[in-house]
T-cell receptor, first 117, second 114 residues
Framework: AQTVTQSQPEMSVQEAETVTLSCTYDTSESDYYLFWYKQPPSRQMILVIRQEAYKQQNATENRFSVNFQKAAKSFSLKISDSQLGDAAMYFCAYRSALFYNNNDMRFGAGTRLTVKP | DGGITQSPKYLFRKEGQNVTLSCEQNLNHDAMYWYRQDPGQGLRLIYYSQIVNDFQKGDIAEGYSVSREKKESFPLTVTSAQKNPTAFYLC?????????????FGSGTRLTVV
């Protein structure tokens, strides 16, 4: 079974600075998707960014970008120009692209990000 | 607006009691999921359903039951057999058209044993 590891239980960043959250995963598959979800204090899960394993170009969504290293099985999230509203729990997730799998999403344990004014 | 509605937001259960958490979606999604969230453990899959009248156990199904009689609804029952039910429960859904769509989540139900 695929596993997702987030080795940083907590991170903090100064407002307007840049922070990188780490994620590694274990899989024997070649086709899959990776996601970062944000869970603010409201506990509503919000999709931040996604990456398809076959795409070499790193995904970017405004201030959020990823560094996807397929060979190293690493998928880090970079938040630029951090804002107070970025404070949340961030979850890295893996989803197999193979239809015959149960196709559920596997989540890491999460990283709690604090943004200091 | 389309989305997933979970109710109630907070639920209290007495020892030995069964309780049912509601999850309704109007996104016309085929697949629906129930996850349990505990501090430091991320989200763990309880049950999922990819089609009406069919569902599969996830990693921690013991003490839980589900039904999928309508495409829009996927209620979760926490039975008295679940020894440690206090947790935050999240329902999710996704289109069956590909793995890259990600999940849409409800706002969750916080269950506490009293």
């Amino acid at each position: 079974a695929q596993t997702v590891t987030q080795s940083q239980p907590e991170m903090s960043v100064q407002e307007a600075e840049t922070v990188t959250l780490s994620c590694t995963y274990d899989t024997s598959e070649s086709d899959y998707y990776l996601f970062w979800y944000k869970q603010p204090p409201s506990r509503q899960m919000i999709l931040v960014i996604r990456q398809e394993a076959y795409k070499q170009q790193n995904a970017t969504e405004n201030r959020f970008s990823v560094n996807f290293q397929k060979a190293a099985k690493s998928f880090s999230l970079k938040i630029s120009d951090s804002q107070l509203g970025d404070a949340a729990m961030y979850f890295c997730a893996y989803r197999s692209a193979l239809f015959y799998n149960n196709n559920d999403m596997r989540f890491g344990a999460g990283t709690r990000l604090t943004v200091k004014p | 607006d389309g989305g997933i509605t979970q109710s109630p937001k907070y639920l209290f259960r007495k020892e030995g009691q069964n309780v049912t958490l509601s999850c309704e979606q109007n996104l016309n999604h085929d697949a629906m999921y129930w996850y349990r969230q505990d501090p430091g453990q991320g989200l763990r899959l309880i049950y999922y359903s990819q089609i009406v009248n069919d569902f599969q156990k996830g990693d921690i199904a013991e003490g839980y039951s589900v039904s999928r009689e309508k495409k829009e609804s996927f209620p979760l029952t926490v039975t008295s057999a679940q020894k440690n039910p206090t947790a935050f429960y999240l329902c999710a859904s996704t289109s069956g058209q590909g793995a890259g769509y990600g999940y849409t989540f409800g706002s969750g139900t916080r269950l506490t044993v009293v």
